[in-house]
């Protein structure tokens, strides 16, 4: 495409937040990505629809006007950033571009999460690469490390704080004392959280990144829709009280595992969940609107990154990081197709899932009964009596009818748990639905 | 070299704890590393000159004695894995193996760290690539997150936990309030400092490192004996008191800081000394041989890396994902060399130093003086006298003739604390050289 001094040209479709953010990078920072690669990177081409919003940047020699398939065609754009946001319209560009021997960067997790194989599928029939480093925990260059840095493991386990919003609630839920409602109303009044907080809260975008993940670290194809998933609704200050006295924190965790069985079976767990962690771990100390996740692999060991999840400039970071690294493949390529999907492993695989109900561990339970004294008597005999072994019981006088009382278990199976809290929830002493928290220990 | 589908051959010498994990991990993980790459990374040959010694690991298929020139002339190798350790030797095969046309993968920060302009040179003539993830904390893929993830960035700040025996005694001094000395020696008996320490618990070890990536986050080179290096002799347990009463701990830190002049000019701060960080950084939380390395970056801002600096297999985990990275070059490349130098800047200069007179910053003072009530007076006056204001200060009696000062600066410059420092230490009522550990704020 270029010769060996030349720049590669750059088209950007979608002109909002992030793509401004493209944009005052690659003006900001052109001597040191210069320096870097040996090369200049241009932005050529921009489209949007909207082309009257001043984005307070220099558009100076950019070709910006809304004809998206004359960005595609263009033969000054060498690689395709899309950051349209949504599934048909930025799928549609994605495979034009692909059509036309374009590379292609995205920041589009919920696209990937859901169209991912008929994406990766045409890039590679295409010969070109799609790279994504800012789906997954914004800034932070963690798709990099499972794709090269520790590309000689076998990644036992990937737990990761995947959405900032969530964390900045939990934070702020431990530190006052204060309800959900207040703290999300508030985190929304600052921006942390939108309007209709549903995506962040219930865990969908954390779980859209953890698919992303757990197939870049398995090689697996992950059905994003079929992965457990459970928000930070319901968590109460006493648990998060509760979880301090106990030595933990409360974090809504993406958590990947492969479980390798004696006959070499591979087969994943993958979940998004609040999780006690032990409050000394790293994973524990994140707080606020940052990510981190931490990947353990079988020579590595622990392994932990942190940094900003979302927002314009470490979005950008991470874009401009993609374009980077496909310059760099395509100057080492020649003029040919560069080797396609470097990005991904070469073999995505089918692998079987590990369900819920096999899956061991030990958890925080916060039950509701009336204020009788039989309560916790009838509790730990139901527990006990499908072998849920009781570690700790806490229990606090509500001041009306209603006593709460929290018990930590020992390591059970999620089934006997399952069937456990079944029968305590039948019990007429019980006045709700129990809660459920995870513990991980191996943090 | 090789086909699509073929193998890359590498050739390891050196045959110690670090390459005995290397082939383990390309034993064990050769499903995995396969997967990933679409093809076999195959250990062909080893040389060393203990043929005897039994490593425990399956050598069927590897051809092993101790002739390095005839591993480095083996067609058989396209990659080369320098673990020799020292200077001259394996400087001599490095530059060998590049004269081959071999790329070579080394852990030898000490060897880069002095010689790295002549091989890093030497391997641009020869237009192969020379990788060295290994050099730096160990298992944590920081040269990457450099040199591919934020490299769309200026990197404002590096802030390491860089050796891991420094980083045991200081977290074990913490906890226990022993002195030093005591904790050297269990330190050493456990395996996790040398019989002689000086390499590590001086700093210099952790200078090597500095010196790499300073150069890997500024394209600076950076001449390895001007780095001003302090290490972790002479802290006392009363510091490590004191600082926790401040809000900070005290840890090992290798630093490197960008000063942009207002002309453009760039100049470069790195330097190696104890450090009070605040104890609600994710920093401050890297405990026991853990290392860590915090970037901040301007578009990205505050990042970090955390994992095992040192150890057979998180060592090779690190050497293993540049062999993998070098892989993925050479079969993209064809049959042609891979452009050389890909893992340092395209242009590595010369930049400025930035004198540590200088640098401002708030520091902790250690004085000893007589048990004279005049003493305090004394020595806030001769730091007012340079304009070097105080902001707390502990007295604490020793229980004989003599009493411990602790002063926390205000932000004053080094050189006028250096010149307060000098007047006090001529004071007849100071009894001890004052010590000086510096505070880093933007953790």
């Known amino acids: 495409m270029s010769g060996q001094q030349d720049a ?9 937040t992030i793509g401004t953010g493209v944009v005052k990078v690659l003006q900001d920072n052109a001597a040191e990505i210069e320096q870097r690669l040996g090369f200049p990177l241009r932005m050529a081409r921009i489209a949007d629809l909207d082309l009257e919003t001043d984005r307070g940047v220099d ?12 960005l595609i065609a263009d033969p000054n754009v060498d690689i395709v950033i899309e950051l349209v946001g949504g599934y048909d319209v930025p799928r549609k560009f994605i495979l034009e571009a692909f059509a036309a021997g374009k590379h292609v960067v995205t920041a589009n997790k919920a696209l990937l999460a859901v169209h991912g194989r008929e994406i990766f599928g045409a890039a590679s029939a295409a010969g070109v690469d799609i790279a994504f480093e800012a789906a997954v925990a914004g800034g932070i260059p963690i798709l990099r490390a499972l794709r090269e840095g520790l590309a000689g493991n076998k990644i036992e386990t990937v737990l990761g704080i995947l959405n900032g919003t969530t964390n900045y609630v939990l934070t702020e839920m431990e530190s006052t004392g204060e309800d959900f409602d207040v703290v999300l109303k508030r985190a929304q009044e600052l921006g942390y959280a939108e309007a209709d ?22 090689g697996a194809e992950v059905v994003f829709d079929e992965i457990p998933t459970e928000g930070i609704r319901g968590l109460v200050p006493l648990d998060f009280e509760l979880a301090a006295e106990f030595g933990y924190r409360i974090k809504l965790l993406g958590i990947a595992k492969c479980h390798r069985d004696d006959d070499g079976t591979e087969r994943i767990e993958s979940r998004v969940n609040p999780t006690l962690i032990p409050k000394s771990s790293m994973l524990a100390n994140v707080d606020g609107a940052m990510n981190a996740v931490e990947v353990i692999g079988n020579a590595v060991g622990p392994t932990l990154y942190y940094g900003a999840g979302a927002g314009e400039m470490p979005t950008a970071s991470a874009v401009v990081g993609d374009l980077i690294e ?26 079987e899932s590990v369900s819920n109900d096999e899956l061991m561990g030990c958890a925080y339970l916060r039950f509701t009964t009336k204020n009788d004294p ?17 570690a700790s019981v806490v229990q606090r006088e509500d001041g009306g009818d209603s006593v709460t009382i929290v018990v930590l278990t020992q390591t059970a199976s999620e089934a006997a748990l399952g069937r456990a809290l079944a029968k305590i929830e039948a019990l007429p002493v019980v006045m709700e639905a129990p809660r459920v928290i995870r513990i991980e220990e191996e943090v």
Do not use: N, W
């Open 326 to 351: 496909i310059s760099r493949e395509i100057k080492r390529g020649g003029a040919g197709p560069v080797a396609p999907l470097s990005y991904l492993p070469q073999h995505i695989v089918a692998k």
């Open 59 to 70: 558009l100076t020699g950019i070709h910006f006007d809304s004809d998206t398939p004359g």
């Open 374 to 390: 039989a309560a916790l008597g009838q509790l730990t005999g139901a527990l006990g009596g499908e072998s849920v072994g009781v």
């Open 197 to 218: 907080p549903t995506f962040d809260v219930d865990g969908i975008d954390a779980a859209h990144k953890l698919a992303l993940l757990t197939t870049m670290a398995y």
């Open 8 to 16: 590669i040209g750059v088209g950007l479709i979608g002109f909002g």
